[in-house]
C-alpha cells in the first residue's frame, strides 16, 4: 500500500508538470498571458527572497530594487537607445548583480528586523530615485518594450514567450539547488544557524552573506527584465513598496523554506489576483487573513502542508512501518559508598 501511495504521489506530480508544460495548449491565449507569464516572473523573483531566507537566513525586502534597476536599464536601453534587447537584459542584470553586491555588504552586518529594514530603505530609495528621474520616465516609466523577435508578442501570441519563462525558471531553480548544495551553500546554512560557531570556526560570516546576497540580485534582476518584456512596460509602480510586500506574501504563501514553494505562491496569487478581485472589493484585506492564517498555522506555506499531508497519510496507510520507537536513556550511575554498600 506504501508502494501504491508512493507511486500515485509521483504520478500526481507527472500530471501536474504535465499540465504546467501544456498551459499555452491547453488555456486560453489571456490564461497564458495573464496568469502563466506573471505567475513564471513573479516566482523568479519570489525564489530569490526564498534562497535568501531558506539558505541564509535573510528575509530580504530590496529583491524588488534589483528586480527594478535590471527591468528599467533594459527598458531604457532596447527603447530609448535602439539596443539589441538581449545585450540591454546583459547590461540590466549585471548592473542589477553590482548593486546586489553592494546592498549585501552594506546590510550583512545586521541580523532579524535590522536587514529587514535596511532592506526596506533600499527598496524604497531605488523606488523614490525612478519615480523622480525623468530619464526613466518618472511615474509614467517606460512603455513599448519589446522582447526579442524570436519571444514573438506576449500579448497576443504568448506561447514562445512563455515557454522561454518556463525553462528560465527551470534553470534558476536547478541552478539554486546546485548552490544550496555546494560547500558554499552549506556554509551558508551555517552561517543561518549558528554565525557566532561559524564564525569561531575560522568562516567569515559578513563574506558569506554578501555573496549570498550578490548571488541572488541576478535572479530578481531576471525577473525584472522578463517583466519588463512581458508586460511590454515597467514603471516606478512596478518596484514599490506594495509590490515588495507582495513579492513576499508570495513566498510565504509557497513556503519559505522551498524553492518550489515561490512559483506555487506566485500562481495562486496570481490565481486569486485575476479571477477573485472582482467578487468583491476587500480582495487585498482576504489576501492578509489567508496571509495571517498561513504564518500561524503552517510556517512551511503551502508546500510544507502538502508535504505535512503527504508524511501522514504514508505514515497511516496499512502496511506501513511502525514509528520508530526512541531509544531508552542510560540509567544514570548509581551513588557508591566508599565500603560499597548503597
Not at 507569464?37 to 513573479?42: A, C, N, P, Q
Not at 514567450?161 to 525558471?169: I, P, R
Not at 546546485?178 to 558554499?184: C, D, E, H, P, Q
Not at 561559524?198 to 548571488?215: D, P, Q, S
Request: proline residues 5%; glycine residues 12%; aromatic residues 10%.
Amino acid at each position: 500500500m506504501t508502494r501504491a501511495w508512493t507511486y500515485g504521489t509521483r504520478g500526481a506530480l507527472a500530471v501536474v508538470l504535465l499540465v504546467v508544460a501544456l498551459v499555452p495548449l491547453l488555456f486560453t491565449t489571456f490564461f497564458t498571458s495573464q496568469v502563466g507569464l506573471t505567475s513564471l516572473w513573479l516566482g523568479i523573483v519570489a525564489v530569490s527572497l526564498t534562497f535568501l531566507s531558506g539558505q541564509g537566513g535573510m528575509v530580504s525586502l530590496a529583491q524588488t530594487a534589483l528586480f527594478g534597476v535590471a527591468g528599467m536599464i533594459a527598458a531604457k536601453l532596447s527603447v530609448d537607445a535602439g539596443w539589441n534587447p538581449w545585450a540591454a537584459a546583459l547590461v540590466g542584470i549585471l548592473t542589477a548583480t553590482v548593486v546586489g553586491l553592494v546592498f549585501g555588504a552594506l546590510a550583512s552586518g545586521s541580523q532579524g528586523i535590522y536587514f529587514l529594514i535596511i532592506t526596506l530603505a533600499f527598496a524604497q530609495v531605488t523606488y523614490f530615485y525612478f519615480a523622480a528621474v525623468p530619464t526613466f520616465g518618472a511615474h509614467e516609466g517606460i512603455n513599448g518594450v519589446r522582447p526579442p523577435e524570436i519571444l514573438g508578442d506576449p500579448v497576443s501570441d504568448p506561447t514562445r514567450m512563455y515557454y522561454f519563462l518556463l525553462a528560465v525558471s527551470v534553470l534558476v531553480y536547478a541552478g539554486l539547488r546546485y548552490v544550496s548544495r555546494t560547500a558554499f551553500g552549506l556554509a551558508l546554512a551555517g552561517v543561518r544557524d549558528d554565525p557566532v560557531r561559524m564564525a569561531a570556526l575560522g568562516y567569515n560570516v559578513r563574506l558569506h552573506r554578501t555573496l549570498g546576497f550578490t548571488l541572488a540580485a541576478p535572479v530578481a534582476g531576471a525577473a525584472g527584465v522578463l517583466s519588463a518584456w512581458s508586460n511590454t512596460r515597467i514603471s516606478a509602480g512596478s518596484i514599490s513598496l506594495a509590490i515588495a510586500i507582495l513579492v513576499l506574501t508570495a513566498a510565504v504563501i509557497g513556503g519559505l523554506n522551498r524553492l518550489e514553494g515561490a512559483w506555487v505562491g506566485a500562481l495562486l496569487y496570481t490565481l486569486c489576483d485575476t479571477y477573485l478581485r472582482g467578487f468583491t472589493d476587500r480582495f487585498t484585506t482576504w489576501l492578509g487573513v489567508v496571509f495571517l492564517v498561513i504564518v500561524l498555522v503552517s510556517p512551511g506555506g503551502v508546500v510544507g502542508v502538502l508535504s505535512w499531508v503527504g508524511g501522514w497519510v504514508r505514515r497511516h496507510l496499512p502496511g506501513s512501518p511502525a514509528p520508530a520507537i526512541p531509544a531508552a536513556a542510560p540509567a544514570p550511575p548509581v551513588p557508591v559508598s566508599s565500603n560499597g554498600a548503597i
